[in-house]
């Protein structure tokens, strides 16, 4: 907070006096539209400043004429993102707007104006200060919350989502952590929430490590996003501990388990809530409300199924006649079977040595026998395997079945394919193949992202590839499902994604992620190798761009390369034809 008669300039943030008209270092005017005078800087991520602020006239500094404290919420953008930005910051005015009033966990929205300086743009959105403290303090002062704390915050947070979630339309709201619930001080009228939940994520480009589920850092945040991040926040706020600290990446989960003392019931609605994937945790404010009352609540996102264990047969019939075996297989484990009881009867009846040519025979059979019924069962698995997706084949409009594609084709399992820089890879060419080219050499199980119609499952488009024209990109990262599985089997020896071009349909753009280690470029760059290798192999000819966590290099041959800050390891890169 600055001191007595100190503001902040609202351009270069340094103190000076509330009366003067202008930063004597930056020269920017030290009010905002003469209404505004910057007290302190609550949080400063990414694109975004919060700022806190006292409205007032241009009379500040005379007794009596400073008017209510409010919070300013600054987005800096350059010429360029502001321009592509300006549809999305239009509708999340009209949507904040709209929010006005329909919670009392929400903070009051006042206004939006925006400021021109030195040709940056600066949007602020005008909140009211809300008189409290926020639930980080607690955690940073060693308090804890019990399970009945935990579970009153939770219910007033689903109120708040629910508002949100059931606007038209959805609005999530992307950055739910301790720091942004804020606690009220005072006395509360009668029906006022004790919470009020700030700090509406405007653009998404700053998450929070440990309250951003993976699907929101891809860009793919959905209800079941601010779940996880609410679930999160009770568990940190029980554990004293930032979920962060508590990944388990050998699981890929939240290890709370030893550090609270909750109910069993209650644990699991926790761990359910910040389950790993999507299709494990709650997707909706009314599942996990009935959750917490104790109603078992099923699934409603597609899971992945697992092969349940067949029952042991009664008889040599039950195994002779186990779906997916042609008479033939039949006949040969049936055979097994019998020579295996006839051995085990001559040993148990008859004297052993009596019967020595009999157990000779078996074994010879069994070993005449493996090949063909290995044959058999690989015949069943394929058959059941193809049954199973022609089950799940996709229907038009009017319930047909659209013409099966079958099982995907399968990834192959020699070595990986060489990505050629500017060029692509073996089945796949920048700037000629097409989204049939990629998913009859990669597979199906994926989703084909299209700008009119959203996600597509990939074993729909293979099936009638000219029903979606527009498709602007395939992810592999995301199986059929719409699942975040970039680690599955398979996907170690094809590309995270493609960029396809929605006018053309041809690959503009070979995405190799940090999972895809089995790649690499013809020179021999992969996910696991160093700043300096890529330097030794192409060269200083990049122009290097910083960001938080990865710095991007990117070479006019048609590479672009992401590198870790902290250990200076290629974390992905990017394949592209060639610049002019």
């Not at 700022?51 to 919420?73: D, I, K, N, Q, T």
């Not at 009596?354 to 058959?383: C, E, K, M, W, Y």
């Amino acid at each position: 907070m600055s001191s007595k008669g100190q503001v902040l300039c609202p351009g270069c943030l340094a103190p000076g006096p509330r009366l003067s008209g202008s930063c004597s270092i930056c020269g920017a005017q030290r009010h905002l539209r003469g209404r505004f005078w910057v007290e302190a800087v609550l949080e400063s991520r990414g694109a975004t400043r919060t700022l806190l602020a006292r409205e007032g006239s241009a009379a500040m500094g005379v007794p009596g004429a400073e008017g209510r404290a409010v919070v300013l919420r600054e987005l800096v953008l350059d010429r360029d993102r502001a321009r592509a930005e300006a549809p999305r910051l239009a509708a999340i005015e009209h949507r904040l707007a709209d929010l006005e009033g329909t919670s009392r966990g929400l903070p009051p929205y006042l206004d939006h104006f925006e400021l021109l300086r030195g040709g940056i743009l600066t949007h602020y959105f005008v909140e009211a200060a809300i008189d409290g403290r926020p639930l980080a303090d607690e955690m940073a002062s060693g308090r804890r919350i019990d399970e009945a704390a935990a579970r009153a915050l939770a219910d007033e947070l689903l109120a708040v989502l629910d508002v949100l979630h059931g606007h038209d339309p959805q609005v999530l709201h992307g950055a739910i952590r301790p720091a942004h619930v804020i606690a009220r001080s005072g006395e509360l009228a009668e029906g006022e929430p004790g919470h009020v939940l700030v700090g509406l994520e405007l653009l998404g480009d700053a998450p929070a490590p440990g309250y951003t589920p993976i699907e929101q850092l891809m860009g793919r945040a959905t209800a079941a996003s601010d779940l996880y991040a609410l679930g999160a926040t009770l568990i940190a706020l029980l554990t004293g501990k930032e979920p962060a600290a508590l990944f388990d990446p050998k699981t890929q989960t939240l290890a709370f388990e030893g550090h609270l003392e909750v109910s069993p019931a209650f644990a699991g609605v926790l761990a359910r809530m910040v389950a790993p994937t999507r299709s494990e945790r709650f997707a909706s404010v009314d599942e996990v409300r009935r959750a917490l009352a104790g109603e078992a609540v099923l699934v409603t996102a597609p899971a992945i199924p697992t092969p349940a264990a067949a029952p042991a047969p009664a008889s040599i019939a039950g195994v002779a006649a186990a779906p997916g075996l042609t008479f033939g297989d039949r006949v040969v484990v049936a055979g097994v079977v019998l020579i295996g009881l006839l051995a085990v009867g001559a040993h148990v009846g008859l004297a052993f040595w009596q019967h020595v040519p009999l157990f000779v025979g078996a074994a010879l059979g069994a070993r005449l026998l493996r090949r063909p019924l290995q044959a058999a069962l690989a015949t069943s698995h394929a058959t059941s395997h193809a049954a199973s997706h022609a089950l799940a084949a996709p229907a038009d409009a009017d319930g047909r079945a659209l013409a099966s594609v079958g099982p995907p084709p399968a990834v192959t399992q020699g070595p990986a394919p060489l990505v050629e820089v500017g060029r692509g890879l073996a089945g796949v060419v920048i700037g000629e193949s097409t989204v049939a080219d990629v998913l009859a050499t990669f597979g199906a199980d994926c989703i084909c992202h299209c700008y009119d119609r959203g996600s597509i499952p990939g074993p729909e488009v293979a099936a009638a590839p000219d029903r979606y024209p527009r498709i602007w990109e395939i992810s592999y990262d995301y199986n059929e499902r719409d699942e975040y599985t970039p680690s599955r089997r398979g996907n170690a020896r094809r590309p995270s994604s493609f960029d396809i071009d929605d006018k053309s349909g041809r690959v503009t753009c070979i995405d190799i992620g940090v999972y895809q280690k089995a790649l690499r470029t013809r020179e021999g760059l992969s996910p696991s190798s160093t700043l300096a290798d890529m330097r030794a192999l192409y060269g200083d000819g990049f122009e290097m761009r910083s960001g938080k966590e990865l710095d991007l290099y990117d070479y006019p041959a048609g590479i672009e390369v992401w590198v870790s800050r902290s250990g200076a390891t290629v974390n992905s890169f990017k394949i592209h034809a060639p610049r002019a």
